[in-house]
RNA sequence: GCCCCUGUAGCUCAGCGGAUUAGAGCGGCUGCCUUCUAAGCAGCGGGUCGCAGGUUCGAAUCCUGCCGGGGGCGCCA
């Protein structure tokens, strides 16, 4: 399989590259990158250069008697030019050149730009397209290094469904941003510092190194927590030494931080296996807990103060960055260093954004923390970029919301508790084994197991990316494991029809040698424009961190496919061209939809 | 009190500047398995897009105000 070229000629159905084109070579697959380009040598033609560059606002018709896609530049480009939408519209059609693209071009209503692709063009794309790696996934015009933090649970706290969300959302930008080229580097910003950090560490005395040891290994975490903070409060002997175990921490004493190194790995160990089981890139290698900014913290506070930029106020070291009002109107701080001399986590996350621009060169931050952090972050990046950090880089919040149970209340357990997320996956799974094993008997037990695994643990990350992530989500059990809607178990099954089709059609596989598809059918033709449409997915996903664009157009195409499937028999088509044709069209697909996956992190089984 | 997010069909959600009929899925009703996996497909019914103004040739989409829901607002992280 060639690898990917980049670039090539605009004219796909024949002729080649030609020097004296006028058009820009324009990437190959989604026809909107050339008509992009035409639009653009039309706008130029008839309205000078200095409309170079302008949107030609393609969007894919909503209805089929409109064509495949309208063009909606000319009432945005008559409102600069002063003049009438239709005469702009036509104006822009007479500079037109679409032959061997188009095969019409019509202007309606107001000035819209119906256009309507030639079959032999898409079927030109398609072919080109399936005999390439990417599927049509240009890289970025720029490759930036972007950091991206994201997961960052507490030591000796168990996971929650705040930290799935962080860990999904971040896991699936990450894959995303890695697949347009970009440098990327995780950061898991582990909570493994703070006050609570005296309580556990005397508990952990308490029940001895062994005994505590097992307890975090068993995974219970939050029992560990919790019996710490009950004797924290029942027991003042006990308060006493654990605010003088944190004293103790923060000065370095060795045996001290050997207790909480103990406590650290333990809980990396858990944190590991759910990385595991939930099929999450983190690794060891991407933490980079609280505590690795401790000794940056003094210079971050120096630098600030000497930028004046913060200072003293009721004892504590505090930034007032402009816009940020408290209770009563007076100016809101942000405080990095507290009156007792201790730093809080916002000098931890000041010193992080100057250790990512700065060490690390990242030109983009991306925190996928929860919308609750929205102004904590506002505040660090107003503060961080008065400081200068952030001269050559914009940090962004990719903010998300709750998990609310089916009652619209945050998703608790009956008795009230937070879920674990151990259980929820086992829960996830044991469901997706039963409906395995009653909708798929036809599979032996082991495969059973697996695609129960990939079935039940993509319903659930499924679920959490396909809704917008600032909305909170409703978490529903029947819902994310349906096989009918925008669900994991819809998606995999589409394509484990298309797998069942080359299994049967004797065959190693498609033919895909570039050679031209045959569109035919609707059912094809408008499979054939989802198929186009993979690289705007991909790229809008990336551009807003919005992994439910990629969720929205991966069930599009699901849904464009299933039409197809019912409509167009592949393997009984009525010439071998046909069959030869739909195969193309059918491998296509099972491509978009396991790389559409893969991107989110889910597992796509050949059978089910 | 101030700030941020949010309010689309009975339910769960897309759409977030465009075309006299606002899209899915579930639920309800109708059809479709001697034909490539019916974990499916096709169709019917269902919405004054929270309310009121404004900008525009055009607003679910942009602006303002109000109402409902969630969150945040100095030494926890």
Not at 48 to 59: C, W
Not at 76 to 104: F, H, M, W
Not at 182 to 202: A, C, K, S, Y
Not at 293 to 298: A, G, K
Request: glycine residues 10%.
């Amino acid at each position: 399989m060639p690898a990917f070229d980049g670039w090539r000629a605009f004219d796909v159905a024949g002729g080649g590259t030609d020097d004296e084109s006028p058009w820009r070579p324009v990437p190959m697959s989604d026809p909107r990158h050339t008509l992009r380009a035409r639009f653009d040598h039309a706008i130029v033609t008839a309205f000078g250069s200095h409309h170079a560059g302008t949107d030609p606002l393609l969007r894919r018709s909503q209805q089929a008697r409109f064509g495949d896609y309208q063009a909606n530049v000319a009432m945005s480009l008559s409102k600069r030019l002063g003049s009438n939408p239709r005469d702009v519209a036509a104006a822009i059609v007479a500079n037109l050149d679409v032959a061997g693209v188009c095969e019409a071009v019509d202007v309606a209503g107001p000035g819209f730009v119906n256009l309507t692709l030639r079959a032999d063009y898409l079927g030109a794309e398609l072919g080109a397209t399936a005999a390439e790696e990417r599927l049509g996934v240009l890289p970025a015009e720029t490759a930036e290094t972007v950091v991206v933090d994201y997961s960052a649970p507490n030591v000796a706290k168990e996971m929650h469904v705040g930290h799935l969300r962080s860990t999904i959302i971040g896991d699936a930008l990450v894959r995303v941003l890695e697949l347009l080229g970009h440098n990327v580097i995780r950061q898991n910003h582990l909570g493994d510092w703070g006050t609570p950090f005296g309580m556990l560490i005397e508990h952990l005395v308490d029940l001895g190194e062994e005994e505590a040891a097992h307890e975090l290994s068993v995974g219970d975490l939050d029992g560990f927590y919790r019996q710490a903070q009950a004797k924290f409060n029942a027991d003042p002997a006990f308060a006493e030494r654990a605010r003088l175990r944190v004293v103790a921490l923060q000065s370095g004493d060795r045996q001290t931080l050997g207790l909480w190194g103990l406590l650290v790995r333990e809980s990396n160990r858990y944190f590991a296996a759910v990385y595991e089981r939930l099929g999450v890139t983190l690794t060891d290698r991407d933490l980079c807990p609280e505590s690795f900014y401790n000794p940056m913290l003094t210079d971050v506070a120096l630098e600030l103060e000497s930028k004046g930029l913060a200072w003293l106020d009721d004892g504590a070291l505090c930034a007032f960055p402009p816009g940020f009002a408290g209770r009563e109107g007076e100016p809101l701080p942000l405080i990095v260093r507290k009156r007792d001399g201790g730093y809080g986590y916002a000098a931890t996350d000041l010193a992080a954004v100057r250790y990512r621009a700065r060490e690390l060169g990242a030109t983009r931050l991306v925190y996928v923390v929860g919308s609750p952090q929205s102004q904590h972050l506002a505040m660090v990046f107003a503060t961080a970029g008065q400081a200068g950090w952030l001269e050559s880089s914009r940090a962004e919040h990719v903010a998300f919301g709750s998990v609310l149970g089916p009652d619209g209340k945050m998703f608790k357990t009956r008795s009230g508790e937070t879920v674990k997320l151990g259980a929820l996956l086992d829960e996830a799974v044991e469901r997706a084994a039963s409906v395995v094993a009653e909708k798929s008997p036809h599979l032996d037990g082991a495969e059973r197991a697996e695609v129960a695994r990939a079935v039940g643990v993509g319903a659930v990350k499924y679920a959490d990316l396909a809704n917008d992530r600032v909305k909170d989500y409703v978490f529903d059990w029947d819902r994310m494991l349906a096989m009918d809607g925008n669900t994991a178990p819809y998606l995999q099954y589409a394509r484990a029809r298309v797998r069942s089709i080359f299994r049967r059609s004797g065959e190693a596989g498609p033919v895909v040698d570039g050679s031209a598809v045959a569109i035919v059918d609707p059912a094809e033709r408008a499979l054939a424009l989802d198929l186009l449409s993979f690289d705007e997915a991909v790229r809008s996903t990336a551009e807003l961190s919005a992994p439910h664009r990629l969720c929205t157009y991966l069930f599009g195409l699901a849904s464009s496919f299933t039409t197809f499937y019912e409509r167009c028999p592949v393997l009984r088509a009525d010439t071998d061209e046909q069959r030869r044709s739909r195969l193309v069209l059918c491998d296509l697909t099972a491509r978009a939809l396991q790389s559409g996956l893969g991107l989110l992190g889910i597992q796509a089984p050949d059978r089910m």
